[in-house]
């Protein structure tokens, strides 16, 4: 079982407290199909920039009423227990929540699986393996770049096509 997640922040350092979340999508995958999703802004409880804003569309009064990390928190164990971690460029995603969990005193642990490095080795000889433009060169649409929800499905459309190659190629 995987879970495949994506997060928008209002930093690009995960170090606590320099980038928060602001919003997070986590899809459950049995290895054939999606099986769950779960969506929502985060009030990262510190200001986003107009950077920030302008890439991913999310503003301070967006998040000013949402869920703080903590009230979400077991949702996310929940969700990830027991279920590999896939994001593409997994580091990024793993760590900012690995460090929004620190801050609350627990360790977050989960096995982590990377779909910039899966299609590396199976689809190898793209000019980028950046989600936007390796999903346009595969096809898979992003009606909602920057925004956890519609990363997250691209990615796990992108992972569906992934495992079918790994299939073929056994």
Excluded at 44 to 61: D, H, K, M, Q, R
Excluded at 78 to 101: G, K, P, Q, W
């Amino acid at each position: 079982m995987f879970a495949i997640i994506d997060i928008e922040t209002c930093g690009g350092k995960y170090q606590f407290p320099h980038g928060r979340i602001t919003e997070i999508c986590i899809i459950i995958h049995d290895g054939l199909q999606v099986t769950e999703k779960f969506t929502s802004l985060i009030n990262p409880e510190c200001y986003i920039s107009p950077f920030y804003t302008n890439l991913t569309g999310i503003t301070n009064a967006m998040v000013a009423q949402a869920p703080k990390f903590h009230d979400i928190a077991p949702k996310i164990i929940e969700l990830t227990h027991n279920r590999t971690f896939v994001a593409h460029n997994v580091s990024f995603d793993y760590n900012f929540i690995r460090d929004e969990f620190a801050s609350l005193g627990y360790e977050f642990k989960r096995e982590k699986l990377c779909t910039v490095q899966m299609s590396r080795k199976l689809i190898p000889g793209k000019p980028t393996y950046s989600l936007g433009k390796l999903c346009a060169s595969l096809n898979i649409p992003n009606n909602a770049r920057h925004r956890a929800e519609g990363d997250a499905v691209a990615t796990a459309h992108l992972f569906n096509l992934l495992l079918q190659i790994k299939g073929q190629k056994k």
